[in-house]
T-cell receptor, first 117, second 115 residues
Framework: ETGVTQTPRHLVMGMTNKKSLKCEQH?????MYWYKQSAKKPLELMFV???????ENNSVPSRFSPECPNSSHLFLHLHTLQPEDSALYLC????????????????FGPGTRLTVL | AQTVTQSQPEMSVQEAETVTLSCTYD???????LFWYKQPPSRQMILVIR??????QNATENRFSVNFQKAAKSFSLKISDSQLGDTAMYFC????????????FGKGTKLTVNP
């Protein structure tokens, strides 16, 4: 696998379910991100992790719980979601700092299409 | 706070023709990056082109080029010889070099290439 991968690609869950989204980056980057993309709305940054430490929580409801066990893996744990949480959830990674040509450039995974019933 | 504005929600172009997508941004920073991302109907967001603000030369990637006007805070994307596969949402994005990892996106322009 290369780049940024996300599983599952599609997820349908009820409001009382608990599920997790997984993201893995194979680029050797030190920062990872969760974004929410809803129809007709700009991309919303949810969480940022840099060297496994959370550096940004963009006022996200507690029903979304991120976990970053190492620089290559990022999870988004979901519980008691609402129908308005239905969206495309995108993961991204980047190399922050340094002098490489791709520094500070985010690379995205294919996304998980989440539907909350 | 930085903002990115894409004033064209939708555009269309005939195959093989040239199209320009506009983007303006607002910042008080002097050192930053600008990006164009493409998101085809299959969803994956792909980096198209990147520009570093301190570089005066406009970035180019094959059929894609930018017109970076730093004083005007304008960063337009030109697609030459448009192809059907260029049909996608295009997002302009801004990132400061001051230490924040945050990427600020515009609302996107939906480009349709017609045969």
């Amino acid at each position: 696998e290369t780049g940024v991968t996300q599983t599952p690609r599609h997820l349908v869950m009820g409001m009382t379910n608990k599920k997790s989204l997984k993201c893995e980056q194979h680029l050797g980057h030190n920062a990872m991100y969760w974004y929410k993309q809803s129809a007709k709305k700009p991309l919303e940054l949810m969480f940022v992790y840099n060297f496994k430490e959370q550096t940004e929580n963009n006022s996200v409801p507690s029903r979304f719980s991120p976990e970053c066990p190492n620089s290559s893996h990022l999870f988004l744990h979901l519980h008691t979601l609402q129908p308005e949480d239905s969206a495309l959830y995108l993961c991204a990674s980047s190399q922050e700092g340094g002098l490489a040509w791709h520094t500070d450039t985010q690379y995205f995974g294919p996304g998980t299409r989440l539907t909350v019933l | 706070a930085q903002t990115v504005t894409q004033s064209q929600p939708e555009m269309s172009v005939q195959e093989a023709e040239t199209v320009t997508l506009s983007c303006t941004y607002d910042t008080s920073e002097n050192n930053y990056y600008l990006f164009w991302y493409k998101q085809p109907p299959s969803r994956q967001m792909i980096l198209v082109i990147r520009q570093e603000a301190y570089k005066q030369q406009n970035a180019t990637e094959n059929r894609f080029s930018v017109n970076f006007q730093k004083a005007a805070k304008s960063f337009s994307l030109k697609i030459s010889d448009s192809q059907l596969g260029d049909t996608a949402m295009y997002f302009c994005a801004f990132k400061t070099r001051s230490g924040s990892e945050k990427l600020v996106f515009g609302k996107g322009t939906k480009l349709t290439v017609n045969p």
